[in-house]
């Protein structure tokens, strides 16, 4: 599969001064998460993460603190060394470089954005975006233009020579996007970047990086504990909990067909409006004739509940060719709507 | 002998072992000894004969806009006042003495206790072994070691920059440490994140965030090295501190007061010079030093000629 950009397999962390033995053990015996505690007093991360994400789409890690979703994004990058496991960056091989290697990646192929910004206050916006390629050794005058770039395209170009603490906290958050955008990595990761936003700031924020990343072509692993922001911003989300990931699916997978209490508890209170489709919920026709109220297979639950708003006779959903593909009475839309 | 005043007996001779000990340091490796003198000499000798050969009002000069760059116009008159009150004294000459054993030992305490602190930041283990060296260097008198320290370098304005050494370094290097480790753990993360060498990290991050804990560490070292300008004249040292010791010893007061005063003085104008140089740009208002102070001003008249 050529298309995929980022693929961890079989990935583990566990910390403490007795990993390895514990690792051992682990795989030996499927030791839980406390008695790997009890025993070597060694804490797991991340328990057996497989995930791989396509080129071009945003993926994003969705769980609670403490379930290891930073921990497992900083693998990518290997700010945190994995126990066990491979990880598959653009066709690079990543657990088996050498420190050089690591740091041409970083600089070059992954872009970081943080939770709480982690802008240098000592330096201007232009050196704190030009980092990357500074210490790349690249020259002044190439930076300033990269980082002009990459501010403008921010909207933010004429701060390039004003600090950090002069700029508000969403104004902070968009050059910690440029500073990742700077220069022009194939992937993103997000760790949490708008969870320290105002609910206003973060919506537009949202809407903005969703409408960069529509003409940018990046692969994005975004970080979230916010479910709501999960299936705004993910074209596929993992659910993680204490260290595993539980579920991985689209949007509509993950609130449709929630795998476990855990998921279905979270996915509780998420509007099913805009998220489940015709196609998802609609019966078989069994000879039954197609009615006058048609719709297609694609189309969301809140158009669907617009046509029992007449009357209750149940909507036809047709197949892109015209053809009739089954119907939905009022009783299961409503049922999708309950969840 | 009594059981119950078992004390009453030198059960262990640790004065007799450290004095033989000493003996044989000083009999075979004295050259050693000799040898760490000569970085020391050469720093104090030159900033000495630079700060007591120039013209008087030239160093006033020189110190005044020293104080005023760093520290602002306010600071400048403090510096020209205080200094000009030492000059007005008689006891112009000593104090240069003085700030030249103080300045050399500030160099060296940061040329040493700078590096120190970033391993020790780096190396808990290195810093568990230190901390207690550290604790030794500033909780044993210092007239202990005065003994072993004139034996080992002989007496002299260069053993005492070693006696100031050893009592002024330890805060430099714990403020150091304490500085790198409190830098923001992300802001080190992001650096690394974007393809930053451990090196780069260090110097494009790490030291200038915790460029303020240092410099307050570099404050109390030069603070602790004034407090032992008396104390080190004992092995002959100039400077101020020897006109408070021949004053105390012929019960001459206005002597020992001048020389007192000269010494409060001078670290008024050192302190404040040196806080002020801890300031980080953020906090003046993201200008530049040299946009600033004397330098700014002469800066301002050539754009406008």
Same mark, same amino acid.
Do not use: H, K, Y
């Given at each position: 599969m050529s298309d995929v950009q980022i693929e961890c397999r079989d990935l583990w962390k566990i910390y403490g001064r007795r990993a390895d033995e514990a690792m051992k053990a682990v795989l030996a015996e499927g030791l839980s998460k406390e008695e790997v505690r009890d025993r070597y007093?060694?804490?797991?991360?991340?328990?057996d993460a497989t995930f791989s994400v396509n080129k071009g789409e945003i993926f994003c890690i969705m769980g609670l603190s403490g379930s290891g979703k930073s921990t497992l994004v900083r693998h990518v990058n290997r700010l945190i060394e994995p126990t066990s496991g491979e990880i598959h960056v653009a066709s690079q091989?990543?657990?088996?470089?050498?420190e050089s290697q690591l740091r041409q990646l970083r600089a070059e192929t992954i872009g970081m954005v943080f939770q709480h910004m982690a802008l240098w206050p000592h330096r201007t916006l232009g050196d704190n975006v030009g980092f990357g390629l500074e210490v790349r050794g690249v020259a002044p005058e190439q930076r300033r233009e990269a980082s002009l770039k990459a501010l403008e395209a921010m909207d933010l170009g004429g701060w390039i020579d004003h600090y950090p603490d002069q700029l508000s906290g969403g104004m902070q958050q968009r050059v910690g996007l440029a500073r990742a955008l700077a220069a022009d990595p194939e992937i993103l990761l997000m760790?949490?970047?708008? +969870?320290?936003?105002?609910p206003l700031i973060r919506r537009q924020l949202q809407d903005q990086f969703l409408d960069l990343s529509a003409h940018m072509d990046k692969t994005t692993l975004f970080i979230t504990h916010d479910l709501d922001e999960a299936i705004r911003m993910g074209d596929h989300i993992a659910i993680m909990n204490d260290g595993e990931i539980v579920q991985i699916g689209t949007p509509e997978e993950i609130v449709t067909n929630p795998k476990d209490d855990y998921v279905a508890e979270f996915v509780k209170?998420? +509007?099913?409006v805009g998220l489940v489709r015709a196609e998802t919920i609609m019966d078989r026709l069994d000879g039954r004739d197609a009615t006058t109220k048609q719709v297609q297979l694609d189309a969301e639950l809140g158009e669907i509940i617009e046509h029992f708003m007449e009357d209750q006779t149940p909507v036809t959903v047709m197949s892109p060719d015209g053809s009739a593909a089954g119907q939905i009475t009022i009783k299961s839309a409503l049922t999708a709507l309950r969840g | 002998m009594e059981l119950w005043n078992i004390f009453d007996t030198e059960w262990v001779p640790v004065g007799a072992w450290v004095e033989s000990l000493l003996q044989w340091v000083v009999a075979n490796f004295r050259f050693i000894f000799q040898a760490i003198k000569v970085p020391f000499d050469i720093v104090l000798t030159g900033l000495e004969d630079g700060l007591t050969q120039a013209p008087d009002l030239l160093i006033l000069a020189l110190i005044v806009l020293v104080a005023w760059q760093a520290g602002g116009r306010r600071l400048g008159l403090i510096s020209l006042a205080c200094m000009t009150a030492i000059g007005l004294m008689g006891a112009w000459e000593e104090s240069m003495t003085t700030l030249s054993i103080v300045l050399t030992c500030v160099v060296f305490c940061s040329l040493i206790g700078i590096p120190l602190g970033v391993i020790a930041a780096k190396n808990d283990r290195f810093w568990m072994i230190l901390q207690p060296l550290l604790d030794l260097m500033q909780t044993i008198p210092s007239f202990v070691y005065l003994v072993p320290i004139v034996m080992l370098f002989s007496i002299g304005n260069v053993s005492g920059v070693i006696v100031t050494f050893i009592y002024a370094l330890p805060p430099v290097v714990r403020l150091t440490n304490l500085g790198i480790r409190q830098v923001r753990a992300d802001m080190v993360e992001a650096a690394r994140a974007f393809g930053a060498s451990n090196r780069q990290t260090l110097y494009k991050v790490e030291l200038p965030l915790a460029m303020p804990t240092i410099m307050a560490g570099v404050n109390q070292t030069i603070m602790m090295a004034l407090s032992m300008v008396v104390v080190s004249?004992?092995?002959?040292?100039?400077?101020l501190g020897q006109m408070v010791l021949r004053g105390i010893g012929r019960l001459d007061m206005g002597l020992a007061t001048v020389g007192g005063l000269g010494i409060v003085f001078l670290a008024i104008v050192i302190d404040r010079t040196s806080q002020s140089f801890g300031i980080s740009a953020r906090d003046r208002g993201h200008k530049k030093w040299y946009e600033t102070g004397p330098v700014g001003a002469v800066r301002g008249l050539m754009k406008k000629g």
């Open positions: 007093d060694c804490v797991l991360g991340v328990r091989r990543v657990d088996t470089m050498n760790d949490e970047p708008f +969870s320290a936003l105002d209170g998420i +509007s099913r | 004249s004992m092995i002959s040292v100039t400077g």
